[in-house]
């Protein structure tokens, strides 16, 4: 409201009547029974079935999961810095210092495993 005189807050005198009778003691059944009877009414009008419901939620459902599944990927892409190229396998999986993955397989007497795994996996 943009003008607060145009409110009133005194009680309405005909609304306080009108339902002052309306719920008078022998009134009271009849009330009763009118607002049961318009509220069945009202329920079976407004009742919708649950799987229709959910049925109605489905599309944009499935909508707003493909939009954050392609979200998430793209932030991943966007975020995730690109492998660098190496020129062949071995180069890739070669050690900063001691012996090579072709040492560990072609030796006659390899290094011990562990040495080459753990240089994979130790920062360079």
Do not use: C
Request: hydrophobic share 50%; aromatic share 8%; charged share 20%.
């Amino acid at each position: 409201m943009k003008n607060p005189e145009l409110f009133d807050h005194r009680p309405d005198p005909q609304l306080g009547d009108a339902l002052r009778a309306a719920l008078e003691p022998e009134n009271h059944a009849a009330f009763v029974a009118r607002v049961m009877a318009n509220y069945e009414r009202a329920l079976e009008q407004a009742t919708v079935p649950t799987w229709e419901v959910l049925a109605s939620w489905f599309r944009p459902g499935v909508a707003v999961a493909v939009a954050l599944i392609a979200g998430f990927v793209f932030g991943q892409a966007m975020l995730t810095p690109a492998p660098a190229d190496p020129a062949s396998f071995e180069a890739a999986m070669a050690p900063a210092e001691g012996p090579g993955l072709a040492a560990l397989v072609t030796a006659d007497d390899p290094p011990d495993a562990s040495v080459v795994f753990t240089s994979l996996v130790e920062p360079r």
